[in-house]
């Protein structure tokens, strides 16, 4: 009996000490049960008080935020347009196209690093002007002044922390590569700015694109390179026509391959003319390939020779030249041999000399001093390529003028034979010992213009000759076709 009690005692006991964790297991199990309907219901459940933080724990770090990288606005002006337009770089600011030029521009920049923009700018017939910064103007809103080249720099901490970059769009070239950081950008002395683009990056960062062919001066190894707008530079086409050699028909820079169909036309148009002496030279201005037959077998030239003299009396003579106009006029357009002797008279031989000097010609080639002289197809080309420089590259205020005079000039067989346009200056002399029909030129088709010289003793010829200047021009868009 005794023994029960106290076994029933110890019942009772322990089931007072284990009640706690019994209802605190409960507790959890309705706690979960009711958490899941709410989340099932999206009713609020209200949070669990955190505990105050430990005052002798440091807080963690915070990372400040990255500056925002500056912002340059440009404001510009340009002919035809009325006021102030403004972009925020990138953005490209003025023009693509067309030929109205940028007049002035004010740069600014915002940031929350300290520094300014500064930039100057090269005014048409006024040259650099000072450096100004921050939105000042630089330039004078005038037309006949317009920008040729700008730079364009970081001061400051802006300077320590990112890089400027800018290009212009040039009149007659397009964009220019990328400058940097106050480095001359445009085409100074040679052509106008039409538009231009900024761009701010991270020092140390790559440019935007290429930096090549970033500024043009006149008077400059580089002018050359703007001239050529992205073709072969005039020494690079001297050069390259001194491999216009050997005998027969020939390519010359290039692997086209004679035998495709337009070659074989011109295989037989020479043919038709093999009772004749012949020699020509064919070089494309842009990609310095052509074709050659006997390139250096020496003929007369005849009266072919007015024409590099007419272009270089004007290159040296400009000043004086203007007032011989009618007489270059009868020496080109209808071969007047008083004329051409007037000029002769009048300006001497050296033009000539200096245009031979210009087109890599020496006095072994042909004789400058003499009126008419004897000289080769592939001579005869290399005086047209520095023609054809003066009168649409390296230009001066006669170019424009004169160069119209070789258009359809007297019995130009070269200009009879192609609807394309050209320029060209032909010769001619039957009997007396001489005996040449000659011809040569610049055939100015679009994107690929090409020098051509003709030299025979096809006296009269001109329906076999225009064949054969029609069967070059053949192979020439083959070539171009092709690439």
């Given at each position: 009996?005794?023994?029960?009690?106290?076994?029933?005692?110890?019942?009772?006991?322990?089931?007072?000490?284990?009640?706690?964790?019994?209802?605190?297991?409960?507790?959890?199990?309705?706690?979960?049960?009711?958490?899941?309907?709410?989340?099932?219901?999206?009713?609020?459940?209200?949070?669990?008080?955190?505990?105050?933080?430990?005052?002798?724990?440091?807080?963690?770090?915070?990372?400040?935020?990255?500056?925002?990288?500056?912002?340059?606005?440009?404001?510009?002006?340009?002919?035809?347009?009325?006021?102030?337009?403004?972009?925020?770089?990138?953005?490209?600011?003025?023009?693509?196209?067309?030929?109205?030029?940028?007049?002035?521009?004010?740069?600014?920049?915002?940031?929350?690093?300290?520094?300014?923009?500064?930039?100057?700018?090269?005014?048409?017939?006024?040259?650099?002007?000072?450096?100004?910064?921050?939105?000042?103007?630089?330039?004078?809103?005038?037309?006949?002044?317009?920008?040729?080249?700008?730079?364009?720099?970081?001061?400051?901490?802006?300077?320590?922390?990112?890089?400027?970059?800018?290009?212009?769009?040039?009149?007659?070239?397009?964009?220019?590569?990328?400058?940097?950081?106050?480095?001359?950008?445009?085409?100074?002395?040679?052509?106008?700015?039409?538009?231009?683009?900024?761009?701010?990056?991270?020092?140390?960062?790559?440019?935007?694109?290429?930096?090549?062919?970033?500024?043009?001066?006149?008077?400059?190894?580089?002018?050359?390179?703007f001239y050529a707008q992205g073709g072969k530079t005039r020494p690079q086409l001297i050069k390259a026509?001194?491999?216009?050699?050997?005998?027969?028909?020939?390519?010359?820079?290039?692997?086209?391959?004679?035998?495709?169909?337009?070659?074989?036309?011109?295989?037989?148009?020479?043919?038709?003319?093999?009772?004749?002496?012949?020699?020509?030279?064919?070089?494309?201005?842009?990609?310095?390939?052509?074709?050659?037959?006997?390139?250096?077998?020496?003929?007369?030239?005849?009266?072919?020779?007015?024409?590099?003299?007419?272009?270089?009396?004007?290159?040296?003579?400009?000043?004086?030249?203007?007032?011989?106009?009618?007489?270059?006029?009868?020496?080109?357009?209808?071969?007047?041999?008083?004329?051409?002797?007037?000029?002769?008279?009048?300006?001497?031989?050296?033009?000539?000399?200096?245009?031979?000097?210009?087109?890599?010609?020496?006095?072994?080639?042909?004789?400058?001093?003499?009126?008419?002289?004897?000289?080769?197809?592939?001579?005869?080309?290399?005086?047209?390529?520095?023609?054809?420089?003066?009168?649409?590259?390296?230009?001066?205020?006669?170019?424009?003028?004169?160069?119209?005079?070789?258009?359809?000039?007297?019995?130009?067989?070269?200009?009879?034979?192609?609807?394309?346009?050209?320029?060209?200056?032909?010769?001619?002399?039957?009997?007396?010992?001489?005996?040449?029909?000659?011809?040569?030129?610049?055939?100015?088709?679009?994107?690929?213009?090409?020098?051509?010289?003709?030299?025979?003793?096809?006296?009269?010829?001109?329906?076999?000759?225009?064949?054969?200047?029609?069967?070059?021009?053949?192979?020439?868009?083959?070539?171009?076709?092709?690439?």
């Amino acid at each position: 009996m005794s023994k029960c009690i106290i076994l029933a005692a110890l019942m009772v006991v322990l089931t007072a000490a284990l009640c706690p964790v019994a209802a605190f297991a409960a507790e959890e199990v309705s706690s979960t049960t009711a958490a899941a309907a709410v989340s099932v219901a999206d009713e609020p459940v209200a949070p669990e008080p955190s505990e105050p933080a430990d005052p002798s724990t440091p807080a963690a770090p915070t990372t400040p935020a990255a500056p925002a990288a500056p912002v340059i606005t440009c404001k510009t002006t340009q002919v035809g347009q009325s006021g102030w337009k403004a972009v925020k770089a990138p953005a490209k600011a003025g023009r693509t196209t067309g030929s109205n030029a940028v007049t002035a521009l004010r740069l600014s920049v915002k940031s929350s690093v300290s520094g300014s923009v500064v930039y100057r700018v090269y005014l048409a017939g006024k040259g650099w002007t000072d450096l100004v910064r921050d939105g000042a103007t630089a330039g004078l809103k005038k037309s006949s002044a317009p920008v040729q080249a700008l730079r364009i720099k970081l001061t400051g901490k802006l300077a320590q922390q990112y890089a400027i970059y800018y290009r212009a769009n040039v009149v007659g070239y397009g964009w220019t590569g990328w400058g940097k950081n106050g480095e001359s950008v445009g085409a100074r002395k040679l052509a106008s700015v039409r538009g231009y683009q900024v761009k701010v990056v991270k020092k140390g960062s790559a440019a935007p694109g290429s930096r090549d062919n970033r500024y043009f001066s006149a008077g400059q190894s580089s002018a050359e390179y703007f001239y050529a707008q992205g073709g072969k530079t005039r020494p690079q086409l001297i050069k390259a026509i001194a491999k216009a050699k050997g005998s027969g028909l020939k390519v010359f820079g290039t692997s086209y391959s004679l035998n495709s169909s337009a070659g074989k036309k011109l295989q037989k148009a020479i043919k038709a003319l093999s009772r004749y002496k012949l020699s020509f030279v064919m070089m494309d201005l842009t990609t310095g390939a052509g074709i050659s037959y006997n390139p250096g077998k020496v003929q007369y030239s005849a009266s072919t020779i007015k024409g590099p003299y007419v272009a270089a009396v004007n290159k040296y003579r400009p000043s004086s030249a203007a007032s011989a106009y009618g007489t270059m006029s009868s020496t080109i357009k209808v071969s007047s041999n008083e004329g051409y002797a007037s000029l002769r008279s009048r300006f001497g031989h050296s033009p000539m000399l200096k245009m031979m000097a210009y087109c890599g010609i020496s006095s072994a080639e042909m004789n400058g001093n003499r009126n008419y002289t004897y000289l080769s197809s592939r001579t005869l080309a290399k005086l047209w390529i520095g023609t054809y420089w003066y009168y649409y590259r390296e230009t001066n205020s006669r170019s424009a003028k004169v160069r119209g005079l070789h258009a359809h000039p007297l019995n130009s067989f070269i200009d009879r034979a192609l609807t394309t346009p050209t320029r060209t200056k032909p010769g001619w002399f039957p009997g007396g010992g001489y005996n040449v029909q000659n011809d040569a030129g610049v055939v100015l088709v679009d994107g690929h213009p090409y020098v051509l010289s003709v030299m025979s003793s096809a006296c009269g010829q001109y329906g076999k000759l225009a064949a054969l200047v029609q069967a070059i021009d053949g192979v020439h868009a083959d070539m171009v076709k092709k690439g």
